[in-house]
C-alpha cells in the first residue's frame, strides 16, 4: 500500500462523506492496513486532512486550466468554468465543508482562500477579453462580477444540500448557472451563447446515459 492510494482513498471517503466519520483506526480498517502503516505516511488526522485539501485545490485547479483550452473561445470558456464548478459541488459533499469550517478552520481557510483564487485567475482576464470583444456586457465590472459570483456558487452549493427532496443538484446548479451567463451575456450574443447551451446539455445528457449502461 503506498501514500497515493491511501490518500486518494482517504479524499474519496472526506469528500463525499465528510471528515468526522472517519478516525484513523477507521481507515486503516478500510485500506487493511495497520495504523502503523498509516502512521508512517500520515503523522496525523490533520496531517491527512491538510494533505486532502491539497489534493481537492490541485484537482480544480488542473479542471479549471483544461476548461481555459486554447481552442476555447471566451464565452466558451465561461461557460466550462461554471461547468468545473457545478462538477465539483456535486462532486464534494456539504459536509465535507462543514466538517472543515468547525474542526480545521486553518485549514479550511487555506482551501477556500485557495480555490478562490484559482477561480479569480481564470475568470476575470476571461471576462476582461470578453467586454473588450463584444460577447460580455460593458457596463460589468469583472473584479467583482467574480466575487459575486464566488458567492452565488458557495450559496448554491448550501442551498442544492437544503432543496435535496425538492430539485436535484443538477437542477439547482444549472439555474445557477444560466442566471449568471445571461446576467452577463451582451444581447448580440446571446445566440451564440444558446448555442453553446445546447451542446453542454447534450454533452451531460450523452454522459449520463454512458454512465447509466455502465452500471
Known amino acids: 500500500m503506498n501514500e497515493i492510494t491511501i490518500l486518494q482513498t482517504a479524499c474519496r471517503l472526506f469528500t463525499t462523506q465528510g ?3 472517519f478516525t484513523m483506526d477507521e481507515i486503516a480498517s478500510r485500506l487493511a492496513i495497520s495504523k502503523k ?3 508512517r505516511f500520515f503523522t496525523s ?3 491527512l486532512v491538510q494533505q486532502v485539501c491539497q489534493l481537492v485545490a490541485a484537482d480544480y485547479s488542473q479542471q479549471m486550466e483544461a476548461a481555459a483550452g486554447p481552442e476555447a ?5 465561461v461557460l466550462g468554468f461554471m461547468a468545473v464548478n457545478v462538477a465539483f459541488c456535486k462532486k464534494n459533499s456539504l459536509a465535507f465543508f462543514s466538517d472543515l469550517q468547525k ?3 486553518a485549514e479550511y481557510l487555506h482551501l477556500t482562500t485557495t480555490l478562490n483564487s484559482i477561480t479569480e485567475q481564470r475568470l476575470l482576464k476571461v471576462l476582461e477579453d470578453g467586454i473588450v470583444e463584444g460577447v460580455f456586457r460593458g457596463s460589468l465590472h469583472p473584479k467583482l462580477i467574480v466575487t459575486l459570483i464566488q458567492q452565488h456558487i458557495k450559496r448554491d452549493f448550501e442551498f442544492a444540500a437544503e432543496l435535496v427532496n425538492d430539485y436535484s443538484k443538477d437542477e439547482v446548479f444549472r439555474q445557477g448557472m444560466y442566471l449568471f451567463l445571461y446576467g452577463i451575456i451582451a444581447p448580440e450574443a446571446i445566440p451564440q451563447l444558446e448555442n453553446e447551451l445546447k451542446r453542454y446539455s447534450q454533452a451531460n445528457r450523452m454522459a449520463h446515459t454512458e454512465k447509466n449502461e455502465s452500471l
Open 19 to 21: 471528515i468526522q466519520l
Open 37 to 39: 502503516t498509516l502512521y
Open 45 to 47: 488526522r490533520q496531517d
Open 73 to 77: 473561445d471566451n464565452l466558451q470558456r
Open 103 to 105: 474542526h480545521y478552520p
